[in-house]
């Protein structure tokens, strides 16, 4: 698999740059996950980073794309089923087919 040096900026990753395996459209994912054992008894957690276009002059062989650092986690996508109907019974049914 391809992989490309991505910068990370904010948070504990703040100046670092690490290899990060690209997708098909050749672009690295649109949110990064670290996640962090906790130590001494604290709760593990995850440090969330969103892809952003890098604003200053790229040059050939280096990253299009730099990681932020985004404290509030990532955004919750909502997934839409058009074969789901809420209005169903667990049997198949709707609820005034009492038949």
């Known amino acids: 698999m391809k992989s490309e040096d991505v910068p990370f900026e904010g948070g504990p990753m703040d100046g ?7 997708g098909m459209t050749g672009h690295p994912p649109k949110t990064y996950r670290i996640p962090v054992p906790g130590g001494d008894g604290r709760p593990a957690t995850v440090l969330v980073y969103r892809r952003v276009p890098r604003e200053d002059g790229t040059r050939l062989g280096f990253a ?3 990681y932020v650092h985004a404290p509030e986690g990532a955004p919750r996508s909502r997934v839409r089923r058009p074969w789901s109907k ?12 009492d038949g």
């Open 86 to 97: 809420p209005d169903a019974t667990p049997g198949g049914k709707p609820d005034d087919a």
């Open 16 to 22: 670092r740059v690490l290899p990060v395996l690209v």
């Open 64 to 66: 299009r794309w730099k």
